[in-house]
């Protein structure tokens, strides 16, 4: 069974620019989560989507950031205007029902580096 | 709110020596607790985790660890470090009710032979 694979794995813009970060979760899993680690600081939960919809947002930065998940299967992050404090490693994860005691799957994430 | 705290952003141990990456936690429910690891290139990976079940958990890789209402702790141990445990450890919590999940800051695990 494949894992959550994401794409890129790197992805150096200017300051300014647009980025599209793509998600796969795992076939089968209605939950996508999206995080951000910011300079080794703690990994940040953005939002969660239950197959097409958000359920919660609550963490994500500002309206530069767009999230979606058409068809309720991969799931797009897209930051425009990039800012340099954007930069970090953005994670995915997945699971197949949603709770706190269910464990996610991550995707091996995207390294974001504005400058 | 919840949050979580790793002590120690960085542990040094030589192999076969015993492994304890500290975790605490602050939570105002009962909470689902993780470890997860992170090996270079990879994405995080599910050691073990807490649901109310027994207070030691055993996870993969001979990695344990212990569930402390009274010291909100959940420490991970190794009896004997592997070359191969060289990795970054997260510690997390979610709760009943919820789905986010709190990770801590990390703690690199550096292994000497």
């Known amino acids: 069974e494949a894992g959550v694979t994401q794409f890129p794995s790197h992805s150096v813009i200017e300051k300014g620019q647009t980025v599209t970060l793509r998600c796969d979760p795992i076939s089968g899993h209605d939950n996508l989560y999206w995080y951000r680690r910011v300079m080794g600081k703690e990994i940040k939960f953005l939002l969660h989507f239950v197959k097409e919809s958000k359920q919660d947002e609550s963490g994500m930065p500002n309206n530069r950031f767009l999230a979606e998940r058409t068809g309720g299967t991969y799931s797009t992050l897209k930051v425009q205007p990039a800012e340099l404090e954007d930069s970090g490693v953005y994670f995915c994860?997945?699971?197949?029902?949603?709770?706190?005691?269910?464990?996610?799957?991550f995707g091996p994430g995207t390294r974001l580096t504005v400058t | 709110a919840q949050s979580v705290t790793q002590l120690g952003s960085h542990v040094s141990v030589s192999e076969g020596a015993l492994v304890l990456l500290r975790c605490n936690y602050s939570?105002?429910?009962?909470?689902?607790l993780f470890w997860y690891v992170q090996y270079p290139n990879q994405g995080l990976q599910l050691l073990l985790k807490?649901?109310?079940?027994?207070?030691l958990v055993k996870g993969i890789n001979g990695f344990e660890a212990e569930f402390k209402k009274s010291e909100t702790s959940f420490h991970l141990t190794k009896p004997s470090a592997h070359m191969s445990d060289a990795a970054e450890y997260f510690c997390a919590v979610s709760e009943t009710g919820g789905f986010k999940t709190i990770f801590g800051a990390g703690t690199r695990l550096f292994v000497k032979a």
């Open positions: 939570s105002s429910v009962p909470p689902y």
């Open positions: 994860a997945s699971s197949p029902l949603a709770g706190a005691s269910y464990e996610q799957y």
């Open positions: 807490y649901t109310s079940a027994a207070t």
